[in-house]
């Protein structure tokens, strides 16, 4: 069944390929994207002649995200699922990161995604169904050096879609997570750097290792062919296409050694959370409820 499907941050990396994929197997996709009639104005006309709705949003703009999700809605008379895919990344000591740096992350890959939900939540809560993807990390379960300030949004962001998977639940809408690992995207060509860079030098020779630490992990990447980033809006696919009620909250998507350990982490997580939840007699907020037909 063809869904109405919004994807932030569509004009590139996963996002593109999410939009493309869906595409190809009937869905109608609305491509968001900042810069339609200049610096994505390519892409933009690419994703219009396959077939996309394409929307100027910037979700660190709450006016550009209602205005935006608002035309959306009315064009196609409701949107059935939200692909949280816009995100920032970072590379570099996390001392050196300014609050302003910490804030103009947290705007793209924490609040932006609170403005769009915010923005489409009252339209699918009406309707009784719905479901939010929160397109996450690994890095959003363990922490890795050099990547602070994202390891953070992420985190965040992983225990934001937690809250809405329990408070939208009896409203018939879902709230999952995908966390990839590391892919060979143009996310890598973008990555935030502290803007303070006066205590370099009081960090002596280990101020080389973020870099070199980089450079390994892009020859890791090169070297393992099987980390396709297709694999991510493949598995965005599978989850739009399960039938709501047995969907996965967390979806790990990675071939790099990271991911199994993962799944198995968020085995007993999960295990943990219904063992809480049930003390309380709160577990039935897990398990998004499904209107009888």
């Not at 009406?126 to 690994?138: D, E, F, P, R």
């Not at 379960?141 to 050099?146: A, D, G, H, K, V």
């Not at 390994?216 to 989850?239: H, K």
């Not at 968020?266 to 409820?289: K, R």
Request: one cysteine or more.
């Amino acid at each position: 069944m063809s869904k109405r499907i919004l994807i932030t941050g569509a004009s590139a990396g996963f996002g593109k390929l999410t939009a493309d994929t869906l595409l190809a197997n009937g869905h109608q996709v609305v491509a968001s994207m900042r810069n339609v009639a200049s610096r994505n104005q390519s892409v933009a006309e690419e994703l219009k002649q396959s077939g996309a709705h394409v929307v100027e949003i910037d979700v660190t703009d709450e006016q550009s995200v209602n205005d935006g999700v608002a035309g959306v809605i009315s064009a196609l008379g409701g949107i059935d699922v939200v692909v949280n895919n816009a995100g920032l990344g970072v590379l570099g000591m996390q001392e050196f990161f300014t609050v302003a740096d910490f804030q103009k992350l947290f705007d793209v890959n924490v609040f932006g995604v609170q403005r769009i939900n915010r923005a489409v939540l009252p339209q699918m809560r009406s309707a009784g169904s719905g479901l939010l993807i929160h397109v996450t990390s690994i890095l959003g379960r363990i922490t890795f050096p050099f990547y602070g300030p994202y390891n953070a949004s992420k985190w965040a962001l992983e225990a934001m879609a937690e809250n809405y998977r329990t408070e939208l639940s009896g409203f018939g809408v879902d709230s999952c997570v995908v966390e990839p690992g590391g892919y060979p995207t143009n996310f890598f060509g973008s990555l935030l750097q502290p803007s303070d860079k006066s205590r370099e030098d009081s960090y002596g020779d280990f101020m080389q290792v973020p870099q070199q630490s980089f450079e390994g992990f892009e020859q890791a990447l090169a070297a393992n062919p099987a980390q396709n980033p297709q694999d991510v809006a493949d598995a965005i696919l599978g989850l739009i296409q399960t039938p709501a009620g047995e969907r996965p909250f967390r979806t790990v998507v990675d071939k790099m050694g990271m991911g199994d350990p993962i799944v198995g982490y968020n085995q007993q997580s999960s295990q943990v959370t219904h063992g809480i939840y049930s003390a309380f007699g709160m577990e039935g907020m897990l398990q998004v409820q499904v209107p009888s037909e």
